[in-house]
C-alpha cells in the first residue's frame, strides 16, 4: 500500500473519530443547525459551484465521457437548489440516534433496552454525481457519524466546492469541520488506503459503477454497503390497465437512464391484449429495445437480443424486452437476471400483485409504479446515502436508520448472577 496515502486516511481517520466521539453527544437541534447552515453556505457559494462543475463538464467532454455519465456529473442552478433543499430536508427529519428499539424486564429486576446509537466514521467513495457530497454529509452528521468522502476525479472541481461550502456551514453553526472531510487527492491509492483502514473507518459505502463497486468488495477490510448493479425490471402482467402500462413503462426507462432505478428489461406477459402500443411509445421516445423474435414481430425496430443483455445495466436509452409466461415466468426471469434492486409489476389484480411483491427477492418491490421512485427522498428519507441490494443490516434506500447501529443498556439495582 502507497505509504502516503496511508498516513493521509490514518490522520483523516483520527480527526474523523475526534469528530464523531463529539457528534453522537450533541441534541438533535445542534445537528439540525448545522445542517442549515450547511445548506445556507452552499446557496451563497452556488456562483462558485456551479463554475467548477462547468470546469469538471468540460474535462468530461473532452475525455469522453457518456452522456449518461455526463448527465450524473452536471449542476444546474435547480439541481444545486435541490442539493441544498435535500440537506434542509435532512435536518427536519427524525433523529434516530438515542431511540429504544424494544426493552424489557427480566425476572431479576433487570432493565433491558436497545438503543439506536451511530456508527461512528464511515467512508464514502463514489462517482460522477457531485450532490453525493452534500447528501451523503447530510445524512452522515444528522446520524452522528463523521465521514470521509472520497470522489471521483471526474467531479472534483465540484466536490471541492461543495464540500468548502458545507465544512464552513458547520463550523458557522459550531459543529466540528472535521465531522465531514474530504479525501483531497484523486490518486487511486487513497482508495485502498481507506478500504484497509479496519479500526479507522466503520464502514464503506461505495456508490458508483460496477468496477469502483466489485473492487471495493473484493478489497475490503471494513465492512461494506452497497449494491453492485441496478438491473431493474417492470412486468406488464395481463390485467394490466393498457394505457397505465404504457405511462408507467416509458417512464421507469426514459425519465432519467443513468440512474439506478431505470428499468433495464421489460416483460410482458404474452397473455397482454396488446403489447404493440407499449413498445411503440417506447421507440417514439428513442429508446432502442432489444427482444427476442416475438417482440421484433410486434415491433419491428426492435433489434435481436443476445444473452448478455438480460444481465446488463445500460444507463442509457436501451431496453430489454421480452414475453413471459404470465406472473410465474416473470418471476422466474427475474430470480435468474435481477441484481436485486428494483421489480415492479404492474396490474389490476390484486392477488396477482401480492404473488409478485411477497414472490420477488429484491430490495424494492412496487406495484402499479414506475421503478424510478427508488429514491431516499421519494421514500420520505430526505436523502439516501445509497441502495442497499444485501440482506444484512439496511436493505433498500440507506438513510438515517440504515447509518445507526444499536447497542444494550442494561439498567439494575444491585443484582449479582448466582
Keep these: 500500500m502507497d505509504q502516503d496515502a496511508q498516513t493521509l486516511i490514518a490522520d483523516m481517520g483520527a480527526r474523523a473519530r475526534t469528530a ?65 433543499a435535500g440537506v434542509e430536508a ?13 426493552s424489557s424486564e427480566r425476572p431479576n429486576g433487570l432493565q433491558l433496552s436497545r438503543v439506536r446509537v451511530p456508527i461512528g466514521v464511515i ?37 471541492r466546492a461543495i464540500h468548502a461550502a458545507f465544512a464552513r456551514g ?18 487511486r491509492a487513497a482508495v485502498g488506503a481507506m478500504l484497509k483502514a479496519d479500526g479507522t473507518i466503520d464502514l464503506i459505502v461505495p456508490r458508483g459503477g460496477k468496477s469502483l463497486v466489485a473492487r471495493v468488495q473484493e478489497e475490503a477490510r471494513v465492512p461494506v454497503l452497497a449494491h453492485l448493479d441496478g438491473i431493474c425490471h417492470t412486468y406488464v402482467d395481463r390485467a394490466a390497465e ?13 425519465r432519467r437512464t443513468g440512474i439506478c432505478g431505470a428499468t433495464e428489461t421489460l416483460l410482458i406477459d404474452r397473455a397482454f391484449a396488446d403489447p404493440a ?6 421507440a417514439d421516445t428513442g429508446c432502442a429495445l432489444r427482444g427476442d423474435a416475438d417482440i421484433r414481430a410486434i415491433e419491428p425496430r426492435a433489434v435481436a437480443a443476445n444473452a448478455e443483455d438480460w444481465d446488463t445495466e445500460y444507463l442509457d436509452s436501451i431496453l430489454s424486452v421480452a414475453l413471459v409466461d404470465g406472473v410465474e415466468g416473470a418471476m422466474a426471469h427475474i430470480a435468474r437476471h435481477s441484481s436485486r434492486h428494483t421489480d415492479a409489476i404492474v396490474t389490476e389484480d390484486a392477488a396477482t400483485a401480492e404473488r409478485f411483491l411477497n414472490g420477488v427477492d429484491s430490495a424494492i418491490v412496487m406495484w402499479n409504479a414506475s421503478t424510478q421512485f427508488a ?17 444484512l443490516h439496511a436493505r433498500g434506500p440507506v438513510a438515517l436508520e440504515g447509518l445507526t447501529t444499536y447497542k444494550w443498556m442494561v439498567r439494575g439495582s444491585g443484582q449479582a448472577r448466582p
Design 123 to 159: 467512508g464514502i467513495i463514489y462517482e460522477s454525481r457531485p450532490n453525493v457530497t452534500a447528501d451523503a454529509a447530510a445524512l452522515c452528521v444528522m446520524s452522528g457519524n463523521a465521514t470521509i468522502l472520497r470522489g471521483g476525479s471526474e467531479a472534483a472541481h465540484s466536490n
Design 375 to 391: 429514491d431516499g427522498g421519494e421514500f420520505g428519507l430526505g436523502a439516501e446515502i445509497g441502495i442497499a441490494t444485501g440482506r
Design 20 to 84: 464523531a466521539t463529539l457528534l453522537a453527544a450533541l441534541p438533535t437541534a445542534a445537528k439540525a443547525a448545522g445542517l442549515r447552515a450547511a445548506a445556507a453556505a452552499i446557496r451563497a457559494d452556488a456562483d462558485a459551484i456551479l463554475a467548477a462543475n462547468a470546469r469538471d463538464i468540460e474535462a468530461g467532454t473532452a475525455n469522453g465521457l457518456s452522456g449518461a455519465l455526463l448527465d450524473r456529473l452536471r449542476l444546474d442552478p435547480a439541481r444545486l437548489e435541490g442539493a441544498a
Design 242 to 254: 393498457p394505457a397505465m402500462a404504457v405511462k408507467l413503462a416509458v417512464n421507469a426507462k426514459m
Design 170 to 187: 458547520l463550523a458557522d453553526a459550531g459543529l466540528p469541520a472535521d465531522a465531514v472531510q474530504l479525501v483531497p487527492t484523486t490518486d
Design 90 to 102: 435532512v435536518a427536519g427529519l427524525a433523529d434516530p440516534v438515542g431511540a429504544v428499539i424494544d
Design 277 to 282: 402500443p407499449i413498445l411503440s411509445a417506447l
